[in-house]
């Protein structure tokens, strides 16, 4: 059950898509409502769990720590920080009672969690202008399905975006990357996709091509297509300013960007230098932009990433000046120890300054709306400024999209990935329990740059990052300019068990798809954290680092370096396959409880839960591959068990047709039957 609660004035976000009356917010439930609504707080008991918050630090339990959802393009993910490029304000309140709240407020809201008391919840929205939504339900299951009907159906990318796609800051031009296909080929390693990032551009200027790097953009494409390779060029919200580019000139001339305070076009520098931003949250305007990913599509590309979309501000115009004026006030001075760390802060507040963010508008219905009201809001818009136009364009064509920044809502036009991270362990962790909180939020196509954004990576983070990515939807290698080479064969005599994790995600296609396919198709979860599965087993509901993976598979990545193996907490009894590779694995049936679980470096633990099945292909070097003709079936079952098989052709959007769905039968003789299915399939 949904309850809705409106306080003051609130701007519409679009966040969600179902009709509800509002109530007089008097009753609140647990809720306790400070005059203005601009306070909500609750009390926590001793045995409560808060899930939610999608893309924050920290825990799948956000007990213990001050959150803020404020999209920050802010690249050092540590614990200590409180924001990162998503706010998502949905949680779930777990214990003795279960309710979810969704705060729909397009600004700053605060979370403290426990943080200021450890018996309290406070959160703070300072502008109290929003939608609150209180839901009921008698599981954190259900709450999260309320919740998604509420908000629409998750994001559907195309077949083989589920594919490992190789990225890096910056592939410069054609020949860097045939060369990259080739040694992927020649040394066996699957691959569905290259990432093309800002070098792609003709002097970062969006929807351009450099034509020195790429002479025959549509030729290149069409050659790479070939090899079954898709390119997924990225996009920025900043448009540069240059006159005579095609993009600026009619977004100046059409009224289309953001404007500052004397209603003249905001002006700002990002990667293009000076640059302005496209007034997304005005619907005319996304119509506009939107029709620019055309010129790409008509040239063969069939994905994309957008970036940059807080918006990311490296300076103003107006900050530059501020910032040159007071420096000059230092010059010849003695710098003591208060005017030094004064001056070197002066610079340091150039970029991402929260005055900037109140010195801009948007049109929002002919009002003029500051911009850091609806700060949240920027991300969304820019990407479902292209979903909207991929209906437009392309219509029945599933098109691949996600990107950085994001609020509740935009799940159903992308998926996103989880920013600048790190090569580190802790980053590892942190993607791990990411993942289900932003499944929570309907976000369930994800994943974080596998290796590590920043920082110089090491061939075993590599191998035990690969070995978590291929769980989760979005599978891509990524880096930064100035970083440690990371291509798969970059390691020397690593390449090849590279290769054969990799292929293991092939090998897993069938199931992963499925099980994505569903939670998409049925508003559910991809990933989920064991306490949503299990909510009477006190163990269980601790548990942070092992997850679920579709309704069969528990798994439990290894996270610390050197380590060969760890501590595992089963609910229940499991079949623990410990793969090497497709062929080469060992298997060990498991009581519930705790063990210690060996897993060299190569290795890669997935438990089935009994009475559980996961259907499985022989593998293949890219998604088109895949003999689904010839499965394979991995179970726990000693009475028979049953599987609702999902599968399409990955490209159009007829999810319906009956002839996607299968019932996979394994009868207590052990023998397996697929409806509708004329292929064959074998137990391992
Ligand atoms: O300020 O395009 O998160 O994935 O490689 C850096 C360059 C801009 C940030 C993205 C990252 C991308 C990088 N971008």
């Not at 990407?383 to 994001?406: V, Y």
């Not at 309907?442 to 954004?453: A, R, V, W």
């Amino acid at each position: 059950m949904i309850r809705k609660f409106v306080f003051g004035t609130p701007i519409n976000t679009d966040a969600t898509v179902l009709h509800i009356p509002a109530e007089d917010p008097q009753d609140i439930g647990e809720v306790i409502l400070s005059g203005d609504g601009s306070e909500l707080s609750c009390k926590l008991e001793e045995q409560d769990i808060v899930y939610g918050l999608g893309e924050q630090v920290r825990g799948i339990n956000k007990r213990g720590w001050s959150y803020a959802s404020n999209c920050a393009d802010d690249p050092l993910h540590t614990e200590g920080k409180h924001s990162l490029y998503g706010a998502h304000n949905f949680l779930i309140i777990d214990g003795r009672r279960c309710f979810g709240l969704f705060i729909d407020a397009p600004g700053k809201v605060c979370f403290d969690i426990g943080y200021t008391e450890h018996e309290k919840m406070l959160i703070t929205i300072p502008e109290p202008d929003y939608v609150l939504y209180y839901i009921a339900g008698a599981s954190v299951t259900e709450i999260v399905r309320e919740f998604r009907k509420l908000t629409g159906r998750s994001y559907i990318p195309p077949k083989w975006a589920f594919g490992f796609g190789q990225s890096r800051w910056s592939y410069m031009n054609e020949e860097e990357i045939r060369e990259l296909v080739r040694e992927y080929r020649d040394n066996g390693i699957p691959l569905d996709s290259i990432y093309l990032d800002i070098d792609y551009m003709d002097h970062y200027k969006d929807f351009t091509v450099n034509e020195e790097a790429f002479p025959d953009f549509p030729g290149f494409i069409k050659e790479m297509q070939n090899e079954r390779i898709h390119l997924v060029p990225i996009i920025d919200a900043g448009v540069k300013q240059e006159a005579g580019y095609s993009v600026y000139e009619e977004g100046t001339a059409e009224n289309c960007f953001c404007k500052d305070s004397d209603g003249k076009d905001f002006v700002a520098a990002v990667w293009p230098g000076k640059a302005l931003f496209p007034d997304v949250l005005n619907p005319k305007v996304r119509v506009w932009f939107g029709n620019h990913y055309k010129e790409l599509i008509d040239a063969g590309i069939e994905g994309f990433w957008n970036d940059m979309n807080e918006p990311a501000i490296f300076y103003s115009e107006k900050r530059l000046r501020k910032v040159f004026g007071q420096i000059e006030a230092y010059k010849g001075k003695n710098l003591d120890i208060k005017s030094f760390f004064e001056f070197k802060d002066l610079v340091g507040s150039l970029d991402n300054n929260p005055e900037d963010y109140a010195s801009f508008y948007h049109d929002m219905d002919g009002k003029k709306v500051r911009h850091d009201r609806v700060h949240n809001l920027f991300g969304f818009n820019m990407t479902r400024a292209a979903g909207e136009a991929f209906d437009r364009l392309a219509p029945g064509k599933r098109i691949l999209m996600f990107s950085r920044s994001s609020y509740i809502g935009m799940h159903r036009y992308g998926g996103i990935w989880t920013g600048d991270n790190r090569a580190w362990w802790s980053h590892l962790e942190l993607s791990i329990k990411q993942m289900p909180s932003l499944n929570m939020c309907g976000f369930l196509f994800c994943g974080s740059d596998i290796g590590g954004f920043g920082d110089d990576t090491t061939p075993d983070l590599m191998m035990r990052w690969l070995e978590f990515g291929i769980f989760t939807p979005l599978m891509r290698s990524h880096s930064a300019q100035g970083t440690r080479l990371q291509e798969l064969t970059r390691f020397g005599n690593f390449t090849q068990d590279y290769a054969r994790i990799v292929s293991l995600r092939y090998m897993l296609m069938p199931y992963i798809y499925s099980e994505y396919m569903k939670a998409a198709l049925k508003d559910a979860m991809y990933i989920r954290p064991l306490s949503f599965e299990y909510p009477r087993d006190e163990r269980a509901r601790t548990v942070e680092d092992q997850l679920l993976v579709g309704e069969s598979i528990m798994i439990a990545p290894v996270y610390q370096q050197n380590a060969l193996g760890r501590y595992v907490y089963l609910p229940e009894k499991m079949k623990l396959y410990r793969f090497r590779s497709e062929c080469d694995y060992d298997i060990e049936v498991l009581q519930a409880g705790d063990h210690y679980v060996k897993a060299d470096l190569c290795e890669v633990l997935l438990f089935v839960r009994p009475d559980k099945l996961v259907i499985l292909s022989r593998g293949a070097k890219s998604v088109s591959q895949i003999n689904t003709n010839q499965l394979y079936l991995m179970d726990y079952s000693e009475n028979g068990a049953k599987y609702d098989w999902y599968d399409d052709d990955g490209v159009s959007k007829t999810y319906a047709l009956p002839q996607n769905w299968h019932t996979v039968c394994l009868d207590e003789k052990g023998t397996v039957s697929i409806g509708n299915y004329e292929g064959m399939v074998n137990r391992i």
